[in-house]
């Protein structure tokens, strides 16, 4: 167990519908990153978060929107969905940047998403 | 830009042999920190190991090592003794430098599959 928490595990939607993932941190992590995996792009990162401010951006649509909360919980929004969003997404913490750099990340279980 | 190179799509190998997933990866910066993962098919992402470029010796956990070549720029993982259980995919994975925007975003390999066979 990573101690990363996401839900749903899976989800099922319709083209044109709005979804929200949602993530919670290891205990103590201040990071939050969030990625997406698919059959042709890989691993891609999206968005991260650093203790609920936005610190730097991926390969993200405009149509997906994220933001970590004050209890560092985070969620990440899916709008207008396309076939072509159907992926695996992930979330991931670590503690935070210290100027040196995390040494480990940890990854949740992930979200399967399946737009029909 | 950085980037990571894995070059075997596939790998298989018997168990209880040695196995070695190779990774090279490309930055025009000193500092910087490498990853592995492994994604089983049942998709979580499990992390395996941490090389930092200054370290000064191979990072070990249990039965994987990184064998760590600087001047090549490749950090190959080696899982010794192979079980059943480490059939999975493998990814390699590079830390964004700190203080360039990315913060601690990691960039991926296209990844390994490993087979072992009984």
């Known amino acids: 167990d990573s101690g990363v928490t996401q839900t749903p595990k899976h989800l099922i939607t319709a083209t044109g519908q709005r979804v929200t993932l949602r993530c919670s941190p290891r205990?103590?992590?201040?990071?939050v990153y969030w990625y997406q995996q698919s059959l042709d792009q890989g691993l891609q990162f999206l968005i991260q978060?650093?203790?609920?401010?936005?610190?730097a951006k991926g390969n993200i649509l405009e149509r997906f929107s994220a933001q970590q909360f004050p209890d560092l919980h985070s969620e990440l929004n899916l709008s207008s969905l396309e076939l072509g969003d159907s992926a695996l997404y992930f979330c991931?913490?670590?503690?935070?940047?210290?100027?040196?750099?995390?040494?480990?990340?940890?990854f949740g279980q992930g979200t399967r998403l399946t737009v029909v | 830009a950085q980037k990571i190179t894995q070059t075997q799509p596939g790998m298989f190998v018997q168990e209880k042999e040695a196995v070695t997933l190779d990774c090279t990866y490309d930055t025009s910066d000193p500092s910087y920190g490498l990853f592995w993962y492994k994604q089983p098919s049942s998709g979580e992402m499990i992390f395996l190991i941490y090389q930092g470029s200054y370290d000064q010796q191979n990072a070990t956990e249990g039965r994987y090592s990184l064998n760590f070549q600087k001047a090549r720029k490749s950090a190959n993982l080696v899982i010794s003794a192979s079980q059943l259980g480490d059939s999975a995919m493998y990814f390699c994975?590079?830390?964004?430098?700190?203080?360039?925007?990315?913060?601690?975003?990691?960039?991926f390999g296209a990844g390994t599959r490993l087979a072992v066979h009984p």
């Open positions: 205990s103590g992590d201040l990071s």
């Open positions: 978060y650093y203790n609920g401010e936005e610190r």
């Open positions: 994975a590079m830390r964004e430098i700190p203080g360039t925007g990315g913060y601690n975003k990691l960039i």
């Open positions: 991931a913490s670590s503690p935070g940047w210290t100027g040196e750099g995390d040494t480990e990340a940890f």
